[in-house]
């Protein structure tokens, strides 16, 4: 899966566009102008074109670095630009991941108020060539990308989990039927696995139980 990642800024952003073992390319959107519009219209612009050459290599996800800042106006102005992204994005019909810095650093270096350069050195250890690695906003971007990956990995491995447990429950669960399969569930994971499951699957709700249409050769099931 090939991820655009963007840590945003109306005077820097920083992009990333990976795979989930390759480091394809990374670079930065920098603005000088003093109007706020004018920034935006330049970031439009020069993101469009990475947009499109995202697109060669099959882009499927954009992730975007959330803002968190205690300037008011600063605030505003990031919202606006996040916003030109997810419409970006839409316009394009890629779907978005929006992720916190603090869920980044955490994931990447075990601190989630780790400094950026601390984050860089994390990126530096995976990917060591093919950046500026002076370039903070660039490896915030890239450590985005790494961090997102590693989620959906994550999320991956807990939704097969669970749909095994509703292959051997014969389709048909609820709370304590799952725990059967798998004893340290909580009610929170439950809920999300269950979610994803109606997604992905035919169902209908009888008798206090959710009943799933399941392929029952697992490597009939796509996801």
């Not at 970031?43 to 995202?54: N, P, S, T």
């Not at 990956?149 to 807990?158: G, I, P, R, T, Y």
């Amino acid at each position: 899966m090939v991820i655009l990642s963007i840590d945003p800024g109306t005077y820097k952003l920083g992009w990333a566009l990976t795979d989930e073992k390759t480091l394809i390319d990374a670079g930065l959107i920098e603005s000088q102008k003093k109007k706020l519009g004018d920034r935006f219209l330049q970031v439009y612009k020069a993101l469009g074109q990475i947009f499109d050459r995202a697109a060669t290599y099959e882009l499927s996800l954009v992730a975007v670095e959330q803002y968190v800042g205690a300037s008011k106006l600063g605030t505003d102005a990031m919202k606006g630009l996040i916003g030109i992204i997810h419409l970006m994005a839409a316009q394009r019909g890629y779907p978005v991941i929006d992720f916190y810095p603090t869920t980044v650093k955490k994931m990447l270096t075990g601190d989630g108020k780790a400094d950026k350069e601390v984050v860089a050195q994390a990126v530096a250890r995976q990917y060591p060539t093919g950046y500026n690695a002076s370039l903070l906003d660039v490896t915030d971007a890239i450590a985005l990308g790494i961090a997102i990956h590693e989620q959906l990995k994550s999320d991956d491995a807990f939704l097969e989990t669970f749909r095994r447990a509703v292959i051997e429950a014969g389709g048909g669960i609820n709370y304590p039927i799952v725990r059967q399969s798998l004893p340290k569930i909580t009610k929170s994971e439950y809920t999300q696995g269950l979610a994803r499951m109606r997604q992905l699957y035919e169902h209908e709700q009888r008798g206090g139980k959710y009943l799933f249409d399941i392929p029952l050769r697992l490597k009939e099931i796509t996801y």
